[in-house]
């Protein structure tokens, strides 16, 4: 049976620690190690977790954000999964469709990650460290978290996952595997994060890797929403309502699966808001495009004359 080593970056002493640890220590077949790092050699969540590998002692290494409280079963479904698959090298979760704090950003971004993750299940091409799990020799040879890259929380799980998949290792997706995020969400934090901490470094790897990744919201679904989204935000500018009616029908048409589980689980107005937030979302990955093209250049430029 596989010994597990759960690993929570915590430098950042954050309020809900209590409450995750709590929840990983009463699971059913707790992991035999848990380390909370609170001090690492670098900053930023990836620098901790690598720190937490290092100290590790167990066969497999589960990753638990500080802000995620795990479901009884998880450590059991974990090892269920690595005894049954000596090929499996990774396997990620999902967060619930019950997330305890309250607001309309939040109750969106929670349940759209919940979404998206539950309607991607089996091998995948990337990775989530907010509940995830890999087995220690893999993350080991594969060098970690790009700590030196990723300084602040942002895509070091995706980058991971990505070489982890050019190596030819199985990575999966059970949606089954899931937690409860007691994140708070406000609006401006969640357009920071889908473009400076995801949008923008995720269009960098994709760039530098050369490939057109379709991965759980890289998929020809999103990118049709985008362009949606943007094509509403250009009749708005420009006063042609026939523009944004066609480009809000498309859009709903488009996701009407997710916007029927925000209306379950919300209700008819802040589903309605919903597919606001979703559009916005949409075009901050839109924005991210060209952002990350800058980027890329004036590094390029700084490189040059250095």
Same mark, same amino acid.
């Given at each position: 049976?596989?010994?597990?080593?759960?690993?929570?970056?915590?430098? @950042?002493?954050?309020?809900?620690?209590?409450?995750?640890?709590?929840?990983?220590?009463?699971?059913?077949?707790?992991?035999?190690?848990?380390?909370?790092?609170?001090e690492a050699p670098g900053p930023?969540?990836?620098?901790?977790?690598?720190?937490?590998?290092?100290?590790?002692? %167990?066969?497999?290494?589960?990753?638990?954000?500080?802000?995620?409280?795990?479901?009884?079963?998880?450590?059991?479904?974990?090892?269920?999964?690595?005894?049954?698959?000596?090929?499996?090298?990774?396997?990620?979760?999902?967060y619930d469709d019950s997330p305890?704090?309250? %607001?309309?950003?939040?109750?969106?971004?929670?349940?759209?990650?919940?979404?998206?993750?539950?309607?991607?299940?089996?091998?995948?091409? $990337?990775?989530?460290? /907010?509940?995830?799990?890999?087995?220690?020799? *893999?993350?080991?040879?594969? /060098?970690?978290?790009?700590?030196? &890259?990723?300084? !602040?929380?942002?895509? !070091?799980?995706?980058?991971?996952?990505? =070489?982890?998949? !050019?190596?030819?290792?199985?990575?999966?997706?059970?949606?089954?595997?899931?937690?409860?995020?007691?994140?708070?969400?406000?609006? %401006?934090?969640?357009?920071? $994060?889908?473009?400076?901490?995801?949008?923008?470094?995720?269009? !960098?790897?994709?760039?530098?890797?050369?490939?057109?990744? =379709?991965?759980? @919201?890289? /998929?020809?679904?999103?990118?049709?929403?985008?362009?949606?989204?943007?094509?509403?935000?250009?009749?708005?500018?420009?006063?042609?309502?026939?523009?944004?009616?066609?480009?809000?029908?498309?859009? *709903?048409?488009? @996701? =009407?699966?997710?916007?029927?589980?925000?209306?379950?689980?919300?209700?008819?107005?802040?589903?309605?808001? /919903?597919?606001?937030?979703?559009?916005?979302?949409?075009?901050?990955?839109?924005?991210?495009?060209?952002?990350?093209?800058?980027? &890329?250049?004036?590094?390029? &430029?700084? @490189?040059?004359?250095?």
């Amino acid at each position: 049976m596989a010994r597990i080593s759960v690993i929570v970056p915590a430098t @950042n002493e954050p309020a809900t620690l209590d409450a995750c640890t709590l929840a990983i220590r009463q699971a059913a077949e707790p992991p035999e190690e848990l380390i909370v790092v609170t001090e690492a050699p670098g900053p930023g969540p990836a620098a901790a977790r690598n720190e937490g590998a290092r100290r590790a002692i %167990g066969d497999v290494l589960v990753f638990v954000d500080a802000d995620v409280v795990v479901h009884e079963d998880v450590f059991a479904r974990i090892r269920a999964a690595f005894d049954g698959d000596v090929g499996l090298a990774a396997v990620f979760g999902s967060y619930d469709d019950s997330p305890t704090a309250d %607001g309309v950003v939040t109750e969106f971004r929670n349940l759209l990650h919940h979404f998206v993750h539950q309607s991607s299940p089996g091998e995948a091409t $990337t990775f989530w460290a /907010g509940l995830g799990a890999i087995r220690r020799e *893999v993350f080991m040879a594969a /060098g970690g978290f790009d700590s030196r &890259r990723y300084r !602040e929380p942002s895509v !070091e799980d995706i980058e991971l996952g990505m =070489r982890l998949s !050019e190596a030819g290792r199985k990575v999966v997706l059970d949606p089954e595997l899931q937690g409860t995020h007691l994140k708070t969400w406000s609006l %401006g934090q969640m357009l920071k $994060t889908d473009l400076v901490r995801r949008g923008i470094p995720w269009v !960098e790897l994709l760039l530098e890797r050369g490939g057109s990744s =379709r991965a759980l @919201n890289l /998929g020809w679904r999103h990118r049709l929403s985008a362009a949606l989204s943007l094509l509403a935000a250009g009749g708005i500018a420009t006063r042609r309502v026939h523009l944004v009616w066609a480009s809000v029908v498309g859009l *709903v048409a488009l @996701n =009407r699966r997710f916007y029927a589980f925000l209306w379950r689980r919300q209700g008819v107005t802040r589903a309605a808001t /919903g597919v606001l937030l979703h559009a916005l979302h949409h075009l901050t990955a839109v924005a991210s495009v060209p952002a990350a093209l800058v980027a &890329r250049q004036l590094r390029a &430029r700084q @490189n040059d004359t250095s």
